[in-house]
């Protein structure tokens, strides 16, 4: 299989939205991801597209992942939203010794989907013992591996706890045949996720499938990309898919003002009320753009000069994700409205794009109560403005 460059992937990540844009509908009625576009996905390589090169990923730089999902998300979001969770989720690599890297994602087709943080393991000999279900794994349905995130228990019951003293919480791997899947994800937007839940009976995990995620120490790759924890690669991505789906909408409703005339108006080409918005809607979008794409810039070049990432680039992450996919709901309301009843019909992709966009910011990559860990960052001197600004 010819496996594409990491800067490759944005051209094959565009070219691929015309079948993606095709699926939708069908994928929506289903609530997952259509075998078509999955096996697209898989054959161009997107879900590599942060594992280790060392494995045969591709390790793309933050933004050339970013701009892989904004790309497939102007074509739609559910899909660029189970590409952009799989694809983190596969940053576990870089926490495993190669050779259970490669067990796991050695075949094209791996992909690993995971869900919330909930319950706990017992620690056995040689590995620990999973009772337990989980919710919220977008992609489930075409992963071959499942994580989890869980606390550890010793084998007497004992909290086992990290040097600082809160709970050890490690991930584990298992392959998806060794758990039972639930049809829950019966939604308004980002329907076609699958994002069901899954769960484990008296399931034996060895040790050599189990990481202490996003501890930054327990690295095994030196690349740049696993300086970052999953946790702000997952909210900078997910901003991304916010600005496709923006721009799918802006640019839906260009081409709908350009040609159309509601009844007993004036046609909204020459409305200067639509010309405003419009304009003001374009300068939002880009607006937005840059400072999400500034910010992931800023964080590489950091990194680059040697830099680690601590507090005031998490709080410059997180802001920057946050503010990006309330502009980009922000675009999206006013284009749908604009509208009017040509909005409300499935066949024109408005209502589609405006429910995706909702249930986008209804996640916990949206809560308002970022800015409240901003502003306090801000009030002590932990989050300035870059020296180039000042």
């Known amino acids: 299989m010819n496996q594409p460059s990491a800067l490759g992937i944005v051209e094959r990540a565009r070219a691929l939205a015309p079948l993606i844009a095709r699926e939708a509908a069908d994928a929506e009625q289903a609530r997952r991801l259509t075998p078509a576009v999955v096996s697209a996905l898989i054959e161009n390589g997107l879900y590599r597209s942060l594992l280790p090169q060392s494995i045969g990923g591709h390790e793309a730089p933050l933004d050339v992942f970013m701009q892989m999902l904004e790309e497939v998300a102007k074509a739609d979001a559910s899909t660029a939203w189970c590409l952009g969770q799989c694809s983190v989720c596969g940053m576990v690599a870089a926490y495993l010794d190669v050779d259970t890297a490669r067990e796991i994602f050695g075949a094209p087709q791996s992909v690993l989907a995971w869900g919330a943080i909930a319950h706990e393991v017992r620690a056995t000999d040689g590995g620990y013992i999973a009772n337990a279900r989980w919710d919220f794994a977008s992609g489930i349905r075409q992963a071959g591996w499942l994580g989890a995130h869980v606390r550890i228990v010793e084998a007497d019951g004992t909290p086992r706890k990290r040097p600082d003293g ?201 809560r308002n109560a970022h800015y409240e860990d901003a502003g306090r960052a801000i009030l002590d001197n932990k989050l300035e403005a870059p020296a180039k600004w000042r």
């Open 166 to 366: 809160s709970p050890e919480i490690r991930t584990i791997l298992f392959p998806a045949t060794s758990a039972t899947l639930y049809d829950v994800w019966d939604v308004i937007g980002l329907r076609a996720t699958g994002t069901d839940s899954y769960s484990v009976e008296n399931l034996f995990i060895p040790e050599r499938f189990t990481a202490l995620r996003d501890i930054i120490s327990s690295v095994c790759e030196g690349g740049l990309l696993y300086k970052i924890a999953t946790h702000y690669v997952f909210a900078m991505g997910f901003g991304a898919v916010s600005l496709g789906v923006a721009r799918a909408m802006l640019d839906a409703i260009t081409e709908l003002a350009r040609r159309k005339s509601p009844q007993g108006l004036s046609s909204m080409r020459d409305n200067a009320a639509i010309q405003g918005s419009i304009g003001r809607m374009e300068a939002s979008l880009r607006a937005a753009r840059a400072y999400l794409y500034g910010t992931a810039a800023e964080i590489w070049a950091h990194l680059a000069e040697g830099g680690e990432i601590v507090e005031q680039q998490r709080v410059a992450m997180r802001l920057a994700s946050t503010w990006t996919i309330h502009q980009s709901a922000s675009v999206v309301d006013t284009a749908y409205h604009m509208a009017g009843a040509t909005a409300v019909f499935r066949a024109n992709g408005f209502e589609r794009r405006f429910r995706d966009m909702h249930a986008i910011a209804q996640q916990i990559q949206a």
